[in-house]
């Protein structure tokens, strides 16, 4: 299903259409198949009516065009460096499209959780949209403050390693399965076989490396959120892994710091991914975070 607005935005629901519901916001050049089913179930059995949606730019959502990006080392030094960056859109619109989202099915407010990217979309609307967001999730994310979002060097050239042709399929593949084994959880570790199956079937649902780097565009472009963190006020849980080699322990500590009453909880051998191991005791997190937001507002 999509959105009918000016940027059209893929999504699909899970449960029942009058339970709470959860929006789920995905990462960088990430669809809403990658959250995986046995987490989503959890919360729907746990009486949640799940909603997640392809980011702009990603996925069946609208892109924003063939123009080639502008050039990513270029961004990120003018980022680092406070300077403007430019690109098509930043992160506050990626948070109105998640609120696009809730418009067209009528939702008026949602615990909101997102992870890496997502988590900073979903910051956003915690900030910009109040009104609309019961809890704020915010997974293996960052307040954007720059000293502290540096990933290590070998995550770092394997994000930004250029990928084989689109055309090459099985190259492409294991480009995608190589760079997650290296971001992703030493002590959870994943089936190599099942997480090259993943990855080909979302190649073959979409595949847009010019709108991921649009999308690490707006990251940049979007810059410090630190002043904006601190004018939330929805009850926040931060989840962060304290083996993440590309957005590290610290940067979810600060996330947590900026946000007023936020409450961390600090994941033992968890990198950035989500492992199959760990989806039920993060569920069971976020199950029991949203179901006291909702108390607290009772």
Sequence with gaps: MRTTGPWPIEYDTLGKSDDPAVLLIMGLGMQLTSWPDVFCQALVSAGFRVVRFDNRDSGLSAHAGDAAP????????????????????????????????????????????????????????????????????????????????????????????????????????????????????????????????????????????????RQLLAILASGDRRALLKTITAPTLVIHGDADPLIPLSSGKDTAQQIAGARLEVIPGMGHDLPDALLTPLAALVIAHCSSALSLAA
């Design 70 to 213: 502008a050039s990513v080392p270029l961004a990120a030094m003018r980022s680092f460096f406070g300077l403007p960056v430019s690109c098509p859109y930043t992160l506050q619109d990626m948070a109105q499209d998640a609120v696009a989202v809730m418009d067209e099915l009528h939702i008026i407010r949602a615990h909101v959780l997102g992870v890496s990217m997502g988590g900073m979309i979903a910051q956003e609307m915690a900030a910009h949209f109040p009104q609309r967001v019961w809890s704020l999730t915010s997974v293996m994310s960052s307040s954007g403050k720059r000293s502290l979002s540096r990933p290590r060097l070998k995550a770092a050239l394997a994000l930004l390693r250029p990928p084989p042709d689109p055309g090459q399929t099985a190259a492409l593949v294991e480009h995608l399965a190589k760079l997650f084994e290296v971001i992703g959880s030493p002590d959870y570790p994943q089936n190599p076989a099942a997480l090259r199956q993943r990855i080909g079937q979302g190649i073959a649902r979409a595949y847009s490396p010019a709108g991921t780097t």
